[in-house]
């Protein structure tokens, strides 16, 4: 029998992924061989300079990209065959998303954003899963918000919005691409300690992609990439260690 | 060096460089408008020159010349319509194409041009299209029309008509002018836009407000008011003399243009209540407020097709409230031949209508097209957290059905409206054989074969609008789409 993700104890995991764009001479390698495992109930900070594949790897991880190479899990479900739809329906049921910028949908309000997840569903939340919501709303500080559409939000409110929104379904994984990427720097923190917060008290798994290093000193662990390598894989650090460790490897590149 | 080096960079002359902007989406769109309305009135000026000549050639008839310049101004009066359609599209075109260019614009402001000029160059680039199209529909109409001129002669007694004439470029011109017209009406968001917005990180505005302008609406209310008023007066009118039509078709033409003013303010609920019957499924309700996203868009380009359908269904409406009429003052059955001649009336005259319905078709396939190609970002979020192909394809249909069944709707009320109107106040008083009963008050007869006609090509242009748009949206990659 095989060794599942669960049993290692991991809320996702890839093996051997490996991504080229292009072909011939002018092909890229994104990710070369990468093997890593995100574990379960974990906050996990992926760093590495731009053109690292940092991004790709979340991606891929998320089921938004096809590797090249290699296989992916979520949870236990092996994700590199599936289906456009199979794909989609996981992203909606057990993945939860919170990018950079333009997290939310412009045409609907707060409370619409945060319960899109059951409505592309097509279901009304459960009892348990509308006091989860309730809970979230009140924690992130949004009761006054929820009838706001996205512009009449700070960017720092539509930040909260989006967590909200990824935590709601209670994913078995949240991928976070550069959350603070263009908030300033109270904003920034808030929302990091809000992802600390959800990953210490609610077990919740967090992959988080990002180049800063305050963001990631938030983490539990943090991995960095280079050229599409793991480089180095190390237990919560503060961030002039990992700015130490940046500016290192980018001595040696 | 990975995203960058991927763009292949295509070296190309400056003169062509220059005409890049052509190729944007929307342009192509305008063209087409353009040339179905010169194409349009070229056929109309020369279908009409044509009938002219075989007349003045008929003996004893060559000197009364009433019944060609009663053709002439009909002529007129149907590529009026047509090329005011025209200037509706082409001015939300050119709206939407300048709220897609926004970043751009606000770039060109960064730099040191100015909001003025470059408003101007939006409107040139309309008078090139313009020009460009009417062009087109000049040629075209003429080849067809040169074409059809040996096969007409061999139905009619085939006076000489020379095709190619100066006239035909009136409304080459009189195109060309409105596109250039229209496309400056449709840039005034350039001024809005803030060199600030050239720099990332500016929420994006994605939605518009209804604007107030209490000028128009005063317009806008007394235009209604007297539109009506001359329709219930000419009504009345008509139940003495014929003549109740001619006050009754200034009332059409009143609250028609009340009705199009009012759009903005009218068509949104409308359209709202068309939401409510898809129910309030998620992609239902994404489209319904993708749908009144920018309600002075959506309001006018509905109200084109509203037009297009008001038009046919009132001259459909017209032919069959006549026919009750004349049965109900006769007493009895009127004469097949009579039935037969105003059939065929009404069928060339719903054909003539129609042209300006398939323009109205053109801005709706169009505008749901550039509003997909405008969210890619946020259809890569949806996809993103869970929207499936399925579920975008129903999106942008359902979108696409909001506007269409609206209109569908609206006109045909209008159209029974307006058509049963024309018939009863033209012929409100005038006694019928066998029986001669007068004054007569009908019902409007309504032609449902013609309905359903409309009803079946509304929803074919339905199918056919979402094509394109449902084709660009289900290609967005989420990935592609959220690294812009």
């Known amino acids: ?253 | 060096m990975s995203a960058v080096t991927a763009v292949p960079t295509r070296r190309m002359p400056a003169g062509l460089a220059r005409l890049d902007w052509l190729r944007e989406r929307g342009m192509g769109a305008t063209v087409l408008v353009a040339a179905i309305s010169t194409a349009f009135g070229v056929l109309l000026i020369s279908a009409t020159g044509y009938i002219g000549a075989q007349l003045q050639a008929i003996p004893f008839y060559g000197s009364s010349d009433t019944l060609a310049l009663i053709i002439g101004m009909l002529g007129m009066l149907l590529l009026a319509v047509a090329i005011y359609v025209a200037a509706i599209v082409t001015a939300n075109t050119f709206s939407t194409i300048v709220a897609g260019r926004t970043r751009r614009i606000a770039l060109m402001r960064l730099i040191g041009a100015s909001a003025r000029g470059q408003r101007a160059e939006v409107a040139r680039q309309g008078l090139t299209v313009g020009a460009l199209g009417a062009l087109l529909g000049l040629i075209g109409g003429t080849v067809i029309m040169l074409a059809s001129v040996p096969l007409l002669d061999r139905l009619t007694m085939g006076a000489p008509y020379t095709v190619v004439q100066p006239a035909l470029l009136a409304p080459a011109v009189a195109v060309t002018l409105t596109t250039w017209a229209a496309a400056w009406a449709g840039s005034r968001r350039v001024l809005g836009v803030t060199p600030l917005q050239a720099l990332g990180g500016s929420v994006e505005q994605t939605h518009e407000d209804v604007v107030r302008r209490p000028g128009r609406n005063i317009a806008t209310v007394v235009l209604g008011v007297i539109g009506v008023a001359l329709l219930v007066g000419g009504i009345l009118l008509g139940m003495v003399v014929p003549l109740g039509v001619i006050v009754a078709f200034f009332g059409g033409l009143f609250s028609f243009t009340a009705l199009v003013l009012a759009a903005p303010a009218v068509m949104p609920p409308l359209l709202r209540l068309t939401g409510r019957m898809f129910g309030r499924s998620a992609t239902a309700r994404l489209a319904a407020q993708n749908a009144l996203r920018y309600p002075e868009r959506s309001s006018r380009m509905a109200i084109g097709v509203v037009m297009g359908v008001a038009l046919v269904t009132m001259f459909a409406v017209a032919a069959e409230s006549v026919k009750v009429l004349v049965t109900a003052s006769g007493g009895g059955a009127p004469d097949p031949a009579f039935e037969q001649m105003i059939d065929s009336f009404a069928a060339v005259m719903m054909a003539l209508v129609a042209v300006s319905a398939v323009i109205a078709a053109v801005g709706l396939v169009n505008l749901l097209t550039i509003g997909v190609v405008q969210r890619r970002r946020e259809l890569g979020l949806l996809r993103a957290l869970g929207l499936t192909a399925a579920q975008v394809r129903r999106m942008v249909l359902l979108e696409a059905a909001h506007v269409t069944i609206t209109a569908l709707l609206f006109g045909l009320v209008l159209g029974t409206a307006y058509g049963w109107i024309g018939a009863q106040s033209l012929l409100g008083s005038v006694p019928m054989p066998p029986a001669w009963s007068a004054p007569t008050f009908i019902a409007p007869g309504v032609p449902w074969l013609t309905v359903g006609v409309v009803v079946a090509a509304t929803a074919a242009l339905t199918l056919l609008a979402a094509v394109v748009p449902t084709r660009l949206a289900t290609r967005v990659a989420p990935v592609e789409a959220l690294a812009e």
Do not use: C
């Open chain 1, 1 to 253: 029998m095989e060794i599942t993700t669960t049993d290692l104890g991991l809320a996702a995991r890839v093996q051997h992924l490996t991504k080229t764009y292009g072909a011939g001479a002018a092909a890229v390698r994104a990710l070369d061989d990468v093997t890593i495992g995100i574990r379960r109930g974990e906050f996990t900070a992926i760093m590495g300079p731009s053109g690292s594949g940092k991004s790709t790897l979340m991606h891929i991880m998320a089921g938004l990209d096809a590797p090249t190479d290699g296989r992916v899990w979520i949870g236990d479900t092996d994700i590199t065959g599936l289906s456009d739809l199979e794909l989609t329906i996981l992203r909606r049921r057990r993945v939860g998303f919170v990018f950079q910028a333009f997290n939310l949908v412009p045409t609907l309000d707060a409370i619409g954003n945060i319960l899109l997840p059951f409505d592309l569903d097509g279901r009304t939340p459960s009892a348990i899963e509308r006091a989860r919501i309730d809970g979230l709303v009140e924690s992130l500080g949004l009761s006054a918000r929820l009838r706001h559409r996205p512009h009449e939000l700070s960017g720092g409110q539509q930040q909260r919005v989006a967590i909200a929104r990824a935590l709601a379904t209670a994913p078995d994984l949240l991928f976070a691409d550069e959350p603070t990427g263009n908030l300033d720097s109270r904003s920034s923190r808030e929302v990091l300690a809000l992802l600390a917060a959800a990953s210490r008290e609610h077990g919740q798994s967090i992959a988080m992609v990002t180049h800063d290093p305050v963001a990631a000193a938030y983490a539990d662990r943090v991995v960095f990439l280079g050229d599409g390598r793991i480089v180095a894989d190390k237990p919560r650090q503060t961030a002039e260690q990992i700015s130490a460790h940046m500016l290192a490897a980018e001595v040696a590149a």
